[in-house]
């Protein structure tokens, strides 16, 4: 007996020696980072800590409708894919995430609420929004403490255009009343999330966290502040999200999941860039795989959608975001460089969730069959449907840039011409509503550098921007006519500081009364077009005649069953006289309008409108 007592402790001291010797279980990663009840979406959650593998996993308290039904391993130890049921009478609450290996054991609570009363239903933006586009970091620094963080690499320097200059999320809501008074209804900001490269951070376009808002520009909780008070204006809040790619200084990059979760290559390979690819007949397999699978940059990973589980971890990263932060859009970075069919699937997941939502992707080209091809419900002869709701139309915008430098006598096809040829191909889309308009953004030349300082054409662009069809989008400070500080230099000089943004600015445009000259001129013409706009829904919702002209002009009616918006675009250097008896198919039976601009009566007779300049009548029909 002596000895088998003895047996039996030797026994347990060698089983306590080897548990003490194998290190505690740490948590490090649970995403999405909260769930809740009575959602479409599965849960599946991504949990990631040495050694997790080795761990089973159980939700308590059982009983309460939230179970584990299915554990995966991946091809890293440090991760666990847990499948999780949520029934939709499960109890909201804080639940136990129970990881057990032998006498080892470690809990992780885990919350899961209730949902928001009318959260599936809720509204995106339409045509009925005009839409701004800010850098978040060259807009305005409302809290200089957070300018440097320990846990992030780029430090402030504003003296370099590429480098990060300090703009925050505060410093957006501090000066959300500019952007609503300007006329605004939509804000898309460029990403806010954390991206923690060691220089050229401030675009956010490497994503080093997807469910973490960088530190430079605020918290999760002053994120959601911020949504707050966008809709206390009725602004809406369009997020930048980037699946294509992220960051190598993301936390995973160094591990990840997957041997497949992004794309490797023998040696540093960039995309082509040619996604027409996607849709060419006579494209070479190893063209399209480069398309999709080649990298932007050294320091942006391209992410393989076509690994299951990374596409369900960013259908629910998209979800997550909406109902924790009350968004109302998405907008797609380059998104013809995703896998097509994976990202077909993400955007229907998205819109099951929220039947309602908008989603618009980011598709570069110039040509418009390939444009069209990306918008779902196009009817694509390989029958392939995006399911992406809204595309951004870059046709448009090549077409405006071109005509302003081409205020001279043009040739054929060039000055208005070319507005009119793209408007003229609108039959090929297959949803007018969802397109997004615009002049410049981010990535492209300012406007005011394109229209070389000259109001007049500033102020063409902003006639056409709030009058033609689609959802009108213009970037920060082209209300004021910026322009890049040197155009040699590329993207950093044209996303210039907005003055006023940081204490010790000698100038802060944000106060109307410091608007001076040809700013003040640009701005109240582009302020009052944008206001007026909000409530016509003929703009919004109405069709579209036009009339080709070859003396550098365009008119073209905007018109439903009761009203009817004329604007006659004059880009050339002389005066020109409105030729009415061209448009008797329309004006037939209504004799006077108003001008939108002056309020004046405009008889249809006789009205001559001056170079460089446009006019905007509506009509009760």
């Given at each position: 007996?002596?000895r088998?007592?003895?047996?039996?402790?030797?026994?347990?001291?060698?089983?306590l020696?080897a548990?003490?010797?194998?290190?505690?279980?740490?948590?490090?990663h649970?995403?999405?980072l909260?769930?809740?009840?009575?959602?479409?979406?599965?849960l599946?959650?991504m949990?990631n800590?040495e050694?997790?593998?080795?761990?089973?996993?159980?939700?308590?308290?059982?009983?309460?409708g939230?179970?584990?039904?299915?554990?995966h391993?991946?091809?890293?130890p440090?991760y666990?894919?847990v499948d999780?049921?949520?029934?939709?009478?499960?109890?909201?609450?804080?639940?136990?995430?129970?990881?057990?290996?032998g006498?080892r054991r470690?809990?992780?609570?885990?919350?899961i609420?209730?949902?928001e009363?009318g959260s599936?239903?809720?509204?995106s933006?339409?045509?009925?929004?005009?839409?701004?586009?800010?850098?978040?970091?060259?807009?305005?620094n409302?809290?200089a403490?957070?300018?440097?963080?320990?846990?992030?690499?780029e430090?402030?320097?504003?003296?370099q255009?590429?480098?990060r200059?300090?703009?925050?999320?505060q410093?957006?809501?501090?000066h959300?009343?500019?952007?609503a008074d300007?006329?605004?209804?939509a804000?898309?900001?460029?990403?806010m999330l954390?991206?923690?490269?060691?220089?050229a951070?401030?675009?956010?376009?490497?994503?080093?966290?997807?469910y973490r808002?960088?530190?430079r520009y605020?918290t999760?909780?002053?994120?959601?502040t911020?949504?707050?008070?966008?809709?206390?204006?009725?602004?809406?809040?369009?997020m930048?999200?980037?699946?294509?790619?992220?960051?190598?200084?993301?936390?995973w990059y160094?591990?990840?999941?997957?041997?497949?979760?992004t794309?490797?290559?023998?040696?540093?390979?960039?995309?082509?860039?040619?996604?027409?690819?996607?849709m060419?007949f006579?494209?070479?397999?190893?063209?399209?795989?480069?398309?999709?699978?080649g990298?932007?940059?050294?320091?942006?990973?391209?992410?393989?959608?076509?690994n299951?589980?990374?596409?369900?971890?960013?259908?629910q990263?998209?979800?997550w975001?909406?109902e924790y932060?009350?968004l109302d859009g998405?907008?797609?970075d380059?998104?013809?460089?995703?896998e097509?069919?994976?990202?077909?699937?993400?955007c229907?997941a998205v819109?099951?969730?929220?039947p309602?939502f908008?989603i618009?992707?980011?598709v570069?080209?110039s040509s418009?069959p390939?444009?069209?091809?990306?918008?779902?419900?196009?009817?694509?002869?390989?029958?392939f449907d995006?399911?992406?709701?809204?595309?951004m139309?870059?046709?448009l915008?090549?077409?405006?840039r071109?005509?302003?430098?081409?205020s001279?006598?043009c040739?054929?096809?060039?000055g208005?011409?070319?507005?009119?040829?793209?408007?003229?191909?609108?039959?090929?889309?297959?949803?007018?509503q969802?397109?997004?308009?615009m002049?410049?953004n981010h990535?492209t030349?300012?406007?005011?550098?394109v229209?070389e300082?000259?109001?007049?054409r500033?102020?063409?662009?902003?006639?056409?921007?709030?009058t033609?069809?689609?959802?009108?989008?213009m970037l920060?400070?082209?209300?004021?006519m910026?322009?890049?500080?040197?155009?040699s230099k590329?993207h950093?000089?044209?996303?210039?500081?907005?003055?006023?943004g940081?204490?010790g600015?000698?100038?802060?445009?944000?106060d109307?009364?410091?608007?001076?000259?040809a700013?003040?001129?640009?701005?109240?013409?582009?302020?009052?077009?944008?206001n007026?706009?909000?409530?016509?829904?003929?703009?919004?919702?109405g069709?579209t005649?036009?009339?080709?002209?070859r003396?550098?002009?365009?008119?073209?009616?905007?018109?439903?069953d009761?009203?009817?918006?004329?604007?006659?675009?004059?880009?050339?250097?002389?005066t020109?006289e409105?030729?009415w008896?061209?448009?008797?198919?329309i004006t037939?039976g209504?004799?006077?309008?108003?001008?939108?601009?002056?309020g004046?009566?405009?008889?249809?007779?006789?009205?001559?409108?001056?170079?460089?300049?446009?006019l905007v009548?509506?009509f009760?029909?």
């Amino acid at each position: 007996m002596k000895r088998f007592f003895s047996l039996a402790v030797l026994v347990l001291a060698v089983t306590l020696s080897a548990t003490a010797a194998q290190p505690r279980l740490k948590i490090k990663h649970v995403e999405p980072l909260s769930w809740w009840v009575g959602m479409t979406t599965p849960l599946q959650l991504m949990i990631n800590g040495e050694g997790v593998s080795e761990y089973d996993v159980q939700i308590l308290p059982a009983g309460q409708g939230v179970e584990v039904t299915a554990v995966h391993k991946a091809d890293s130890p440090n991760y666990l894919f847990v499948d999780v049921k949520i029934e939709d009478d499960a109890k909201a609450g804080v639940y136990t995430l129970r990881f057990k290996s032998g006498n080892r054991r470690v809990d992780y609570n885990y919350t899961i609420a209730e949902r928001e009363e009318g959260s599936r239903e809720r509204r995106s933006f339409t045509t009925a929004d005009f839409v701004y586009l800010i850098m978040p970091d060259r807009f305005a620094n409302g809290d200089a403490s957070n300018d440097n963080t320990k846990d992030t690499a780029e430090k402030v320097d504003r003296s370099q255009p590429g480098r990060r200059h300090g703009g925050d999320i505060q410093g957006v809501i501090d000066h959300l009343d500019y952007i609503a008074d300007l006329g605004a209804t939509a804000i898309w900001s460029t990403p806010m999330l954390l991206d923690d490269e060691n220089g050229a951070s401030y675009h956010g376009y490497s994503c080093s966290d997807y469910y973490r808002i960088d530190p430079r520009y605020g918290t999760n909780e002053l994120f959601c502040t911020y949504v707050e008070e966008c809709h206390k204006r009725d602004l809406k809040v369009i997020m930048d999200i980037v699946p294509n790619h992220s960051s190598t200084s993301h936390w995973w990059y160094s591990d990840q999941p997957f041997e497949d979760w992004t794309h490797k290559w023998d040696s540093y390979t960039q995309s082509n860039w040619t996604f027409s690819t996607n849709m060419d007949f006579n494209a070479s397999k190893s063209d399209l795989y480069q398309m999709e699978s080649g990298w932007f940059d050294r320091s942006m990973a391209d992410m393989n959608l076509d690994n299951e589980f990374l596409l369900n971890y960013f259908k629910q990263w998209a979800v997550w975001w909406i109902e924790y932060s009350g968004l109302d859009g998405f907008r797609v970075d380059t998104y013809p460089y995703n896998e097509k069919m994976p990202m077909s699937r993400w955007c229907e997941a998205v819109m099951a969730e929220y039947p309602n939502f908008n989603i618009v992707g980011e598709v570069w080209t110039s040509s418009i069959p390939q444009l069209a091809y990306w918008q779902g419900g196009n009817a694509n002869k390989d029958g392939f449907d995006s399911h992406l709701k809204s595309i951004m139309d870059f046709p448009l915008h090549d077409a405006i840039r071109s005509a302003m430098t081409e205020s001279g006598n043009c040739g054929w096809g060039q000055g208005m011409t070319r507005v009119y040829d793209v408007v003229s191909h609108d039959f090929v889309y297959h949803d007018l509503q969802n397109m997004m308009i615009m002049a410049a953004n981010h990535d492209t030349d300012r406007i005011g550098d394109v229209c070389e300082g000259d109001a007049r054409r500033m102020k063409i662009v902003a006639t056409l921007l709030c009058t033609m069809r689609g959802m009108p989008q213009m970037l920060y400070g082209d209300e004021l006519m910026f322009r890049s500080t040197d155009r040699s230099k590329g993207h950093p000089t044209l996303r210039v500081d907005f003055p006023g943004g940081w204490e010790g600015d000698p100038v802060n445009l944000f106060d109307r009364s410091q608007h001076t000259g040809a700013q003040r001129e640009v701005f109240d013409y582009t302020r009052q077009l944008m206001n007026w706009r909000k409530s016509k829904e003929v703009i919004h919702t109405g069709r579209t005649l036009h009339f080709i002209d070859r003396d550098n002009t365009y008119a073209f009616f905007r018109y439903n069953d009761t009203e009817a918006v004329f604007v006659y675009i004059n880009n050339s250097e002389h005066t020109r006289e409105i030729p009415w008896q061209r448009y008797s198919e329309i004006t037939e039976g209504i004799a006077t309008g108003r001008d939108v601009i002056t309020g004046e009566v405009v008889e249809m007779s006789g009205r001559r409108v001056a170079p460089m300049s446009a006019l905007v009548v509506e009509f009760r029909r």
